[in-house]
């Protein structure tokens, strides 16, 4: 045992976490995307390029740290969530409004407030995406593009949820190769990231307006 301490101290081994897929990631399949992507965006410019994805929002959860000089008990944290989807193109010129997924139907903050012009809410058992919400959402967006003749190439994975119909006329889907979406997948690289934050500032921000009345 003294002597796995002295290796373990030496050489600097420790416990840790693993995160994510990234490592069942077939290279090959990468590139192999990648060549294909350069080859099919050839017939589209930075504005007809988009991306979607999901990501869960815990948007009741407090800091599990803290700093102070004394030892102080902490909280049980509140695993209230909401899915979130954002999807924008390439330029950054269209980002759509943000659909967020919850279980109500109607949650009470909505009733009198015309939530509408900044999201689109669906409702489904477990607060997650779903076949269904899915085909609903991209066949509206595909409605919106047909109005405005505008042809679209759709970089998504292939969760299950993914349901794409055939009869869309506007959009071309491109599907990332498996487990490999923290790799490639724009909305990852820190995009969803910022988002958490800002709704984190904001939050902060109306707790703080509300304990000051």
């Known amino acids: 045992m003294d002597t796995f301490i002295i290796q373990k101290k030496r050489h600097g081994f420790r416990m840790t976490k693993l995160h994510g897929e990234m490592r069942t990631n077939d290279p090959v399949d990468v590139d192999l995307f990648i060549e294909k992507f350069i080859e099919i965006s050839k017939s ?14 815990y948007y009741k959860l407090i800091p599990s740290k803290s700093i102070c000089r004394n030892r102080f008990q ?16 390439m330029s950054g ?25 900044f999201i689109d809410y669906y409702s489904s058992k477990r607060a997650w995406m779903t076949g269904t919400i899915f085909t ?15 042809q679209i ?55 703080n307006i509300e304990n000051e009345h």
Request: charged share 25%.
């Open 136 to 150: 609903n959402w991209l066949l509206n967006f595909d409605y919106h593009l047909k109005n405005e003749k505008k």
């Open 74 to 89: 902490g909280y049980k944290n509140f695993k209230d969530r909401v899915s979130i989807m954002l999807c924008s193109n």
């Open 153 to 207: 190439l759709l970089l998504m994975d292939n969760c299950p949820s993914h349901c794409v119909p055939s009869n869309l006329d506007n959009i071309k889907i491109l599907f990332f190769p498996p487990n490999s979406t923290g790799l490639i997948q724009p909305m990852d690289l820190g995009i969803i990231k910022t988002f958490k934050t800002h709704f984190k500032i904001e939050n902060d921000l109306l707790k």
């Open 93 to 117: 010129s269209h980002k759509l409004k943000p659909v967020m997924i919850s279980k109500p139907k109607m949650p009470r903050c909505f009733k009198s407030y015309d939530y509408k012009c």
């Open 44 to 57: 589209y410019n930075a504005d007809q390029i988009y991306n979607l994805d999901e990501t869960g929002l």
